[in-house]
């Protein structure tokens, strides 16, 4: 699994109990899956069509660094499958695991499309090319 993604978990990321608020962290997590969604399909027109259970393993607080971890783990024809593991960065501590995000390549008009995508690319291989 690649770590895309670091955070500094600051005061406006706190729910009332002091530790890191779920939504602010799914927001992170949605937002560079799609990131990692584009980059892998080549196209800027994917949404999200799935994400599985949520597994909230163990909290983060203020000051905390965690990193977002994604993998594809599935090409369909027209969607990619990424799992997600987010940790502490300095502990190593999980923090939250979605076995799967699903994200669909859509065309101009909002349509799934193929995307004719069968494995990872990483941005070394492209420049290469």
Same mark, same amino acid.
């Given at each position: ?49 799935? #994400?599985?259970?949520?597994? @909230? *393993?163990?909290?983060?607080?203020? /000051?905390?660094?965690?990193?977002? !971890? ?27 695991? #979605?076995?799967?995000?699903? @994200? *669909?390549?859509?065309?101009?008009? /909002?349509?799934?499309?193929?995307? !004719? ?13």
């Amino acid at each position: 699994m690649n770590f895309h993604t670091r955070k500094w978990i600051k005061p406006e990321d706190l729910n009332p109990n002091g530790s890191l608020f779920g939504g602010s962290l799914l927001r992170w997590i949605d937002e560079e899956a799609a990131i990692y969604a584009i980059i892998q399909l080549d196209n800027a027109n994917v949404v999200t069509k799935f #994400i599985s259970e949520i597994n @909230f *393993v163990s909290s983060a607080r203020q /000051g905390d660094i965690i990193e977002l !971890g994604l993998t594809a783990t599935h090409f369909g024809t027209s969607s990619i499958t990424l799992s997600c593991h987010v940790r502490n960065k300095i502990t190593r501590k999980s923090i939250l695991t #979605i076995d799967r995000m699903v @994200f *669909v390549n859509l065309d101009a008009d /909002g349509q799934p499309v193929p995307h !004719g995508k069968s494995e990872i690319t990483y941005v070394k291989d492209r420049l290469d090319s």
